[in-house]
């Protein structure tokens, strides 16, 4: 989740009221307050909801729902008469551009943190470590307009942020802090993407870094915004709620003409809910009129239709408003989870185990008899760790996370070989021999079944190792299995062997290979096995 820093005096300014009555109640519309210190507090709030990463975003919140300021915030925009071209060789480099002008920035040192700060984090939470989003912020007097996207070959040079001397892109990718961290979104395609204004003067080369020229300090008064990347509402939801937090600071929003449409709009959408069904999800009686008042708490735009209809107008800066029921959520919130009556179930019944997890605690019997200790992976990892590091294939059917805080937290896991790996990684200064294993749920195209592996390292970890521990597994578990030769990358060839059962692969057994060692930064050979449980008689079939 993300951690936000919240000074007191600037959120007392925005809030208008005092930061005790922050405090007490800032925990109840979903947030966590990590630390308290002299001028400032920390806070950590859902990845599901970007627009509370700056203080201007949790003023907003806090004025709703403490009856300062009710309904749905408003933010007129005007056009710029400013213009932003496309080069259409972006298509399928980086496709999608969002821009918008803020002029009348009144910035202190306060201020100017909170804008970095939301820059970054919207960097991880909706931009997926800047590969499906990545944002530039610009002091709009430095340049010149209307502004240009291009596909600019990697010789072109400019003077990149905290940097005095020029540089072309490709060093940049190679020399600059950010270029090394970012060089894997853009290194691959023959031209990488840059914004220029109309002097030909660099602005960004996205998603790595901004010119130096357009660095925006204490002194700049008015912005331009630029988002780029390769999912069209992801780019708009940022460029979305960093205008509507600049609104909130007093600045004045402006569009910009891009392929002859004005953005952004911050228009609201609308819903039209039930409240019989609210009612009976939350399990409380509300009324139109009832439900209303509480969504008008919440930021939100709201009136009775009839007797069991409410019209609600979504801010733009919800991104995470997809379905009725996360309205719903917000009613709760603002009714007070505290107030809702606890009850005990209608009904008793008896329970018994899933077959599932009969399969599973056999299995961790099975591991524990051979000695070796269980761990307990996080559901979400990376593509990098599940295929890149293993030099495995990527899956199709992999399941993304749409708000993701890290980049170590993208993907819900489909295979937990890798993140045993992981396990040793973090162990490497643990004595040896290390034998670990894992059972639990991986999901592959939204479909989630169960798997089970183990490792072993020390230097005398082989094939031979590898093939035994797996068969007694297998044999426990009363698997009738054969085996063949595999041609899974992630082994050494000649020493790796598929799981055969009726004629389909269910797992695979063998030792890692050297490169797969290196990326994983481990010293000792390692003997391994996977296999899926749904094997295993008696799984249950769904």
């Known amino acids: 989740m993300a951690v936000i820093t919240l000074p007191y005096k600037y ?24 630390r308290i210190e002299e001028d400032h507090a920390d806070v950590e709030f859902f990845p599901d909801r970007p627009d509370l990463f700056s203080p201007e975003g949790v003023a907003r919140a806090m004025r709703g729902y403490l009856g300062i300021e009710t309904g749905l915030p408003t933010y007129p925009v005007k056009p710029s ?65 209307p502004f240009h996207y291009i596909a600019s070959r990697p010789s072109r040079g400019f003077i990149p942020l905290d940097f005095k001397e020029k540089m072309t892109m490709a060093e940049i990718l190679e020399k600059h802090p950010k270029g090394r961290d970012y060089a894997k979104i853009v290194k691959d ?9 109309d002097d030909d003067h660099v602005l ?22 630029d988002t780029t990347g390769t999912d069209k509402r992801a780019v708009g939801v940022a460029v979305n709620i960093i205008c509507t937090a600049m609104a909130e600071a007093g600045a004045n ?146 399941l993304h996370v749409m708000h993701p805080i890290s980049i170590e937290n993208t993907v819900v896991r489909t295979e937990l070989l890798p993140l045993l790996l992981e396990f040793l990684t973090l162990n490497r200064h643990r004595e040896l021999p290390q034998r ?7 999901v592959d195209s939204c479909h989630t079944y169960q798997q089970a592996s183990g ?26 299995y054969t085996v063949k030769e595999s041609a899974d990358p992630a082994f050494i060839e000649g020493r790796r062997g598929d799981i055969i059962v009726t004629g389909k692969k269910i797992g695979v057994f063998g030792e890692i290979h050297p490169a797969v060692l290196t990326a994983f930064e481990l010293e000792h050979p390692v003997a391994v096995f996977e296999f899926d449980l749904r094997a295993v008689p008696g799984y249950p079939v769904l």
């Open 204 to 225: 960004s080369f996205p998603p790595i870094i901004n010119g130096e020229r357009t660095r925006v300090t204490i002194d700049t008064k008015s912005i331009l915004l």
């Open 81 to 145: 008469g400013i213009k932003f071209t496309i080069d259409p060789q972006l298509a399928n480099i980086r496709p999608v551009l969002g821009a918008a002008v803020i002029r009348g920035v009144s910035f202190d040192d306060e201020s100017i943190q909170s804008i970095m700060s939301l820059q970054e984090s919207l960097h991880w939470a909706v931009g997926r470590g800047r590969s499906k989003v990545a944002i530039g912020i610009h002091d709009m007097d430095t340049v010149r307009p």
């Open 253 to 398: 929003i402006e569009s910009v003409e891009i392929g002859g449409v004005q953005t952004p709009t911050l228009a609201p959408a609308e819903r039209t809910v039930s409240v019989m069904e609210c009612s009976r999800l939350l399990g409380i009686d509300l009324t139109a009129a009832t439900m209303a008042d509480l969504l008008r708490k919440m930021r939100f735009g709201a009136e009775p239709v009839g007797v069991g209809k409410v019209r609600a107008q979504v801010p733009c800066y919800r991104a995470d408003i997809m379905h009725d029921w996360d309205l719903f959520e917000d009613v709760a919130i603002a009714y007070g989870y505290d107030k809702i009556q606890d009850l005990p179930p209608k009904t008793f019944t008896v329970g018994k185990p899933h077959p599932v997890q009969v399969n599973a605690v056999l299995a961790r019997e099975a591991f524990c008899g051979l000695g070796y200790l269980e761990v307990m992976p996080f559901t979400l990892t990376s593509e990098d760790v599940l295929y890149k590091r293993m030099q495995r294939p990527g899956r199709p059917g992999v």
């Open 436 to 442: 670990l294993f894992t059972v639990g749920d991986v």
């Open 189 to 197: 395609f023959p031209l990488y993407p840059l914004i220029v204004d």
């Open 11 to 34: 959120l007392e300014r925005l809030t208008r009221t005092d930061r005790k009555t922050i405090l007490d109640k800032v925990a109840l519309i979903g947030s966590d307050v990590e």
């Open 455 to 480: 490792v072993s390292t020390h230097p005398e970890a082989d094939f031979s190792e590898a093939y035994a521990s797996a068969d007694a597994v297998l044999h426990e578990l009363s698997v009738d």
